[in-house]
């Protein structure tokens, strides 16, 4: 399937650091180098300048991976809100259907580093149920994570289209976020006889491999009190043996920008805003979700997916002042995407839809 392409993604700008001047550079970018978000002039409503060591607490942090080598999918994640540091992983029998879950939460950063950013720096965590080191440099991530049912040690090499953007959040607040795929993944995932996966309580040894494929999602800011988001991730070989890579997203772009954005074999198409539409608020698997563009006439692209769940991860915290209600589900896609003439068909595609509420 050939794609007819009007939009070069190198035409993007490459800046240095997201805040000059004191304020956050705005928009789509080829690569921003550098989140120097301690720059950020940020004012109280008395108008009065915020120290660094305010703006370092207020600010929210968290990345996503998910690396498929079938049938196993393992996403796993480390956030923190400063006030609370929380890790978690999964692993997903793509055949089976099961799902293992391993969690862990502390207070404020005990135990836990968030040095640099996306392209120079560190993220880990230590909690008896589960360690978590990131190491980010600009050619690739290194994940190390060990927890009670599986270890996982992997190099990811990075994508030289990934999609990076900032925007306005509220009136004083921003968020920046990278999403991208990896274009090489090396390293091995140990299932360990205490899961549940395991054949006769033995170790399994699972080697990724040229097919393993892997995607993050990276992001920091200042987001509002109370914040609310959709998200649809699709990371999969198509029938004709393309590689796809999708991320659509409602709720936290709230002006001038999406981070929608897809990938055929790496390179990089941008997408418009879409609405997800959800009725099974009963938390029942058995009803679809609908994700779709409404093409006004501007616009050369039609979105038109249905999400059917098969099984969710769900968390739910109330600390009064900090409250989050997270549900990952995962699931099969349906439906079409056209760019221009083309079409990409999506029959009962395996991905991950988000449904998530945060009070921070």
Same mark, same amino acid.
């Given at each position: 399937?050939?794609?007819?392409?009007?939009?070069?993604?190198?035409?993007?700008?490459?800046?240095?650091?997201?805040?000059?001047?004191?304020?956050? &550079?705005?928009?789509?970018?080829?690569?921003?180098?550098?989140?120097?978000? !301690?720059?950020?002039?940020?004012? +109280?409503?008395?108008?009065?300048?915020?120290?660094? %060591?305010?703006?370092?607490?207020? &600010?929210?942090?968290?990345?996503?991976?998910?690396?498929?080598?079938?049938? @196993?999918?393992?996403?796993?994640? !480390?956030?923190?809100?400063?006030?609370?540091?929380?890790?978690?992983?999964?692993?997903?029998?793509?055949?089976?259907?099961?799902? /293992?879950?391993?969690?862990?939460?502390?207070?404020?950063?005990?135990?836990?580093?968030?040095?640099?950013?996306?392209?120079?720096?560190?993220?880990?965590?230590?909690?008896?149920?589960?360690?978590?080191?990131?190491?980010?440099?600009?050619?690739?991530?290194?994940?190390?994570?060990?927890? *009670?049912?599986?270890? !996982?040690?992997?190099?990811?090499?990075?994508?030289?289209?990934?999609?990076?953007?900032?925007?306005?959040?509220?009136?004083?607040?921003?968020?920046?976020?990278?999403?991208?795929?990896?274009?090489?993944?090396?390293?091995?995932?140990?299932?360990?006889?205490?899961?549940?996966?395991?054949?006769?309580?033995?170790?399994? +040894?699972?080697?990724?491999?040229?097919?393993?494929?892997?995607?993050?999602?990276?992001?920091?800011?200042?987001?509002?009190? /109370?914040?609310?988001?959709?998200?649809?991730?699709?990371?999969?070989?198509?029938?004709?043996?393309?590689?796809?890579?999708? $991320?659509?997203?409602?709720?936290?772009?709230?002006?001038?920008?999406? /981070?929608?954005?897809?990938?055929?074999?790496?390179?990089? @198409?941008?997408?418009?805003? &879409?609405?997800? &539409?959800?009725?099974?608020?009963?938390?029942?698997? *058995? $009803?679809?979700?609908?994700?779709?563009?409404?093409? !006004?006439? %501007?616009?050369?692209?039609?979105?038109?997916?249905?999400?059917?769940?098969?099984?969710? @991860?769900?968390?739910?915290? $109330?600390?009064?002042?900090?409250?989050?209600?997270?549900?990952?589900?995962?699931?099969?896609?349906?439906?079409?995407?056209?760019? *221009?003439?083309?079409?990409?068909?999506?029959?009962?595609?395996?991905?991950?839809?988000?449904?998530?509420?945060?009070?921070?």
């Amino acid at each position: 399937m050939g794609v007819v392409k009007d939009f070069n993604h190198s035409s993007l700008p490459i800046i240095n650091n997201l805040i000059e001047d004191g304020q956050p &550079v705005f928009g789509i970018f080829q690569q921003v180098q550098n989140i120097n978000y !301690l720059n950020y002039q940020s004012y +109280l409503i008395s108008q009065k300048r915020l120290p660094d %060591w305010r703006k370092d607490l207020k &600010v929210n942090q968290f990345c996503f991976i998910q690396i498929i080598e079938l049938p @196993y999918r393992i996403c796993l994640a !480390l956030a923190t809100i400063k006030l609370a540091t929380s890790a978690f992983v999964y692993l997903y029998n793509d055949t089976t259907q099961q799902l /293992e879950v391993c969690e862990a939460l502390q207070p404020l950063t005990h135990k836990a580093r968030f040095l640099g950013d996306h392209y120079q720096g560190q993220m880990s965590f230590s909690h008896s149920k589960l360690s978590l080191t990131l190491d980010f440099d600009p050619m690739q991530v290194s994940v190390d994570l060990d927890s *009670q049912h599986l270890k !996982l040690a992997a190099k990811l090499t990075r994508n030289v289209q990934p999609l990076s953007i900032c925007t306005p959040t509220g009136r004083r607040g921003w968020t920046f976020t990278q999403k991208e795929p990896f274009t090489t993944i090396v390293g091995e995932l140990l299932i360990k006889t205490s899961s549940k996966m395991t054949a006769n309580h033995q170790d399994e +040894l699972v080697r990724f491999s040229e097919t393993t494929i892997a995607n993050l999602d990276w992001t920091l800011g200042y987001m509002r009190h /109370e914040t609310n988001w959709f998200w649809a991730s699709i990371n999969s070989y198509l029938a004709e043996g393309r590689h796809l890579v999708l $991320n659509l997203s409602m709720g936290v772009n709230e002006t001038g920008a999406s /981070e929608n954005a897809c990938w055929l074999d790496g390179e990089i @198409y941008h997408l418009p805003p &879409v609405l997800f &539409v959800r009725k099974d608020f009963d938390s029942s698997a *058995q $009803n679809s979700w609908h994700i779709y563009h409404q093409n !006004l006439g %501007w616009s050369n692209v039609d979105i038109d997916l249905r999400f059917t769940p098969i099984t969710v @991860y769900k968390k739910t915290d $109330n600390f009064g002042v900090v409250a989050s209600i997270f549900e990952q589900w995962i699931g099969e896609y349906s439906g079409e995407i056209r760019l *221009q003439e083309q079409v990409i068909r999506l029959d009962k595609v395996l991905g991950l839809a988000e449904d998530h509420f945060a009070k921070w």
